[in-house]
Structures are given as structure tokens and as C-alpha cells.
């Protein structure tokens, strides 16, 4: 168990809706990642949050938003939804604002599948 | 933009056997090589290389990394069938405002008994 939490597990939507995903990081972590994971993708950085503050931007579509909260949970708004946006959504926490010089600790994700 | 290639896509082994996973990559100031193993559900860490030339072991399981010739490589020995996984290579650089991980397309490995 690596101490981060997403829910929920499981979202089945339609076209043009819009969602939230939530990830609570590990105890004493500060940094919350998101990141999408798709069959023909791989692992894509979505975006980061270091201390309630957004860090740094990845291949985030405008249709996405997200923020992180005084208590260091975080929320992953995705709207308009399309066929495309169906994947795997990870959340990851680490202590510092750097994501290259301590390991990156992921949850369980949270499987999206928009009909 | 920065590229991390791992290769082979997939491998299928017996248990017993030992397999070479590799990791190529191109970044802009290296700061890190990270390698995952993703059974079902999340990444779980296994090593962080800086290093040239320094193994880094755990178990059967050990890994290098060639700042030189970019590349690092994750060995696996005496394979166990719970070794079965997609194994995923990561490259931290420094380079732009992201600083952020770059992930490979991973190994899939199977393990048979």
C-alpha cells in the first residue's frame, strides 16, 4: 500500500459530462501529481500541485482542471467528456516540489470510461 | 523533447530464466532514471539511479545505469511468476519550467511456470 488514495475506483459516464476524481497523497507528502495512462500512451505528466499551488503543466487539455486544498487532498475536473478521455487516471505524491530526486508514489488510479 | 525508450515491448519467459530489460533515453539535464513495476493497478518503486556504474540491488532484482551511453538496464533473476508485470523506466530532467518525469511505454513481462 502506497499511503495514496483515489477515488473512486470505477467511473462510467456519457459523452459531455463532467467529473471529479479525487487523490489524498501520503502523510506528509506536499507534492500531488496527476497523471493519464492510456493503452497507446503509456504514463503522460497531466499536472502538478506542490503545497496548494499549481508546480508545473503537462499535455493538460483546457477541458481540464484541477486544484489542490489546505489539507494537501487534491481534485481532478474533467469536463465535456470524450471517448477519448477513457483511460487511467493516477494520482502520485511525494514530499518535495521535485519530481526527479525522490521516487514518485502512486495510488490505485481511477478507471474512467466515458460511453 | 525529452524520449525514454524501453525496449523489448514484450517478453515471455519460463520461471527460473533471467531477463535483461533496457532503457535507452535523450533528456535534456539529467537529474534521475527511475524504473516501476506495474502489476494491475499502481507503479510501484523499485529503483532511483544518478549514477554511472553504480548497481543498485534489491533481492534478484538489480539495476545500472550508463550516463555515457544514455542507457540503463533492470535485471531480474531466478524469475518467479509474480515477477509478471510491465516494468516502467523514468528519466527526471531539469530542463524548462516542468522538471518534470518522462516515462517509457514499458516491458511487459510474462512469467511462466
Known amino acids: 500500500d502506497s499511503g495514496v488514495t483515489q477515488t473512486p475506483k470505477h467511473l462510467i459516464t456519457a459523452t459531455g459530462q463532467r467529473v471529479t476524481l479525487r487523490c489524498s497523497p501520503r502523510s506528509g507528502d506536499l507534492s500531488v501529481y496527476w497523471y493519464q495512462q492510456s493503452l497507446d500512451q503509456g504514463l503522460q505528466f497531466l499536472i502538478q500541485?506542490?503545497?496548494?499551488?499549481?508546480?508545473a503543466k503537462g499535455n493538460i487539455l483546457e477541458r481540464f482542471s484541477a486544484q489542490q486544498f489546505p489539507d494537501l487532498h487534491s481534485e481532478l475536473n474533467l469536463s465535456s467528456l470524450e471517448l477519448g478521455d477513457s483511460a487511467l487516471y493516477f494520482c502520485?505524491?511525494?514530499?518535495?516540489?521535485?519530481?526527479?530526486?525522490?521516487?514518485?508514489?502512486f495510488g490505485n488510479g481511477t478507471r474512467l470510461t466515458v460511453t | 523533447e525529452d524520449k525514454v525508450v524501453q525496449s523489448p515491448l514484450s517478453l515471455v519467459v519460463h520461471e527460473g530464466d533471467t531477463v535483461t530489460l533496457n532503457c535507452s533515453y535523450e533528456?535534456?539535464?539529467?537529474?534521475?532514471l527511475l524504473w516501476y513495476k506495474q502489476e494491475k493497478k499502481a507503479p510501484t518503486f523499485l529503483f532511483m539511479l544518478t549514477s554511472s556504474g553504480i548497481e543498485k540491488k534489491s533481492g534478484r532484482l538489480s539495476s545500472i545505469l550508463d550516463k555515457k551511453e544514455l542507457f540503463s538496464i533492470l535485471n531480474i533473476t531466478a524469475t518467479q511468476t509474480g515477477d509478471s508485470a510491465v516494468y516502467l523506466c523514468a528519466v527526471g530532467s531539469s530542463s524548462g519550467s516542468a522538471r518534470q518525469l518522462t516515462f517509457g511505454s514499458g516491458t511487459q513481462l510474462t512469467v511462466l511456470p
Open positions: 533528456v535534456t539535464n539529467f537529474r534521475s
Open positions: 500541485y506542490y503545497n496548494g499551488e499549481e508546480r
Open positions: 502520485a505524491s511525494s514530499p518535495t516540489g521535485i519530481s526527479y530526486n525522490s521516487p514518485l508514489h
